[in-house]
């Protein structure tokens, strides 16, 4: 029979390596070195919110599933208290969520990240949080594909209305001269 601290590491390095293996994924690594109970609790709040997950786990099974899965430069990242923070679909809603929790709680500190295939440093998660959303991008998409088309409107719009005002002054001539 295996002992239990043996089927933890098992089960959460088997969690961390298959959120690590999805395609497309990303994941953060952060400190939560002096964060209260109350503020942990709150950070998985707002990341359930973005559709992440925090998952606290020992360095040891960390360090050994990224030299596993062959991100030998995230494991200098993993010292002290760490966990991982598992984005879902939008990894700049999770880095903005992340960055936001830093400054308003200073103990929480953005170690590293790892996005479409390439490992990310602190510096590069705060510039993935400025960028705009998964919303406002798509937003911005169809404001450019539909602003041609409002112009075009705009255009045959106008030349109705000078149309009908050209008939207006024609009627209002005759009806002036009868």
């Known amino acids: 029979m295996k002992k239990i601290s043996l089927i933890i ?3 959460s390095g088997k969690i961390i390596k298959d959120n690590i293996s999805v395609p497309d994924a990303g994941f953060f690594i952060v400190k939560y070195s002096g964060l209260s109970s109350p503020d942990m609790s709150a950070l998985r709040q707002s990341l359930n919110d973005t559709g992440a997950k925090l998952q606290v786990v020992k360095n040891s099974v960390a360090r050994r599933v990224l030299k596993d899965s062959g ?3 995230l494991v200098v990242s993993v010292e002290g208290p760490c966990g991982f923070v598992f984005s ?3 990894a700049v809603a999770v880095s ?3 960055c936001g929790f830093a400054k308003e709680h200073g103990p929480l ?3 590293a990240g790892f996005l479409s295939g390439k490992p990310l440093t602190a510096a590069e998660v705060l510039e993935l949080s400025k960028l705009p959303s998964k919303e406002m991008l798509r937003a911005k998409t169809v404001m450019v594909l539909k602003s041609p088309i409002t112009g075009i409107v705009m255009v045959l719009n106008q030349t109705l209305k000078k149309f ?3 008939v207006e002054q024609i ?3 005759k009806s002036a001269a009868a």
């Open 71 to 73: 991100q030998d430069a």
């Open 171 to 173: 009627k209002q001539k």
């Open 88 to 90: 879902g679909e939008d």
């Open 109 to 111: 500190k953005i170690e």
């Open 9 to 11: 590491k098992e089960t």
């Open 96 to 98: 903005k969520t992340l």
């Open 164 to 166: 009908v005002y050209c």
